[in-house]
C-alpha cells in the first residue's frame, strides 16, 4: 500500500530539521499518539554528512481473527533506521521488523519543503503485509496509526518551536 499525509509547521525547513535533529525533542516522542515505548536507539553522523538514525517503536494495534495467526499476540514492534540528507532536506527510511519480521515491509522518505505557512513536512512510503486475504485490512491498519503518530509529532513539534 503506497501512502502520503502531510503537515504543515509554522517555522522554516533549517528550524523544523534542527528540532528533528535534536536528541531531547526525539525523547519527548516516547508516547506518541498510537506508538508507545517509542526510543532513539542511536543516532549519529558520518564522515558523508549524513547522519543515520535508529528509533524502536510499538504500534498500539489490536490485531484479531486470522491475521492474529500471522503476526502473534504482540503488538507490532519494529527499528526504524532513517537517514537525514542535509543537502536535500530528506529523511529515507526502512523499517525493521521485530514481529514477523517477513511479513512486513516498509519504506519511504520524509521530505521538508519551504511553504507559505512554513514548512511542509511530506511524509511518503510504501508498507506491504505479506499476510493471505488480510493483508491490506492489517496495512490500513499500520498507516492509519502512522498517520496518528505523525499527525500527533507534528503537533508537539509545532509547540515545541513556539
Known sequence: MDFEFAHEV???PDEVAAVLL????????????PLHDRKVL????????????????VLDLHITGV?????????????EEATWHPDE?????????EVAADLLEASGEIALE?????????????????VPIYGGKVEGWVV?????AYEAEAERLTEWLA
Request: net charge positive.
Open 10 to 12: 509554522p517555522a522554516s
Open 22 to 33: 535534536d536528541r531531547k525533542f526525539q525523547s519527548s516522542l516516547s508516547d506518541l499518539g
Open 114 to 130: 519551504a511553504s507559505r505557512k512554513g514548512t511542509k513536512r511530506i511524509v511518503a512510503g510504501v508498507l506491504k503485509v505479506k
Open 67 to 79: 491475521a492474529q495467526k500471522f503476526i502473534g499476540d504482540g503488538d507490532p514492534a519494529w527499528v
Open 89 to 97: 532536506m530528506l529523511w529515507t527510511w526502512e523499517v525493521h521488523p
Open 144 to 148: 492509519q496509526g502512522l498517520e496518528g
Open 42 to 57: 542511536s543516532q549519529k553522523k558520518g564522515p558523508d554528512g549524513l547522519i543515520t538514525r535508529r528509533i524502536r517503536s
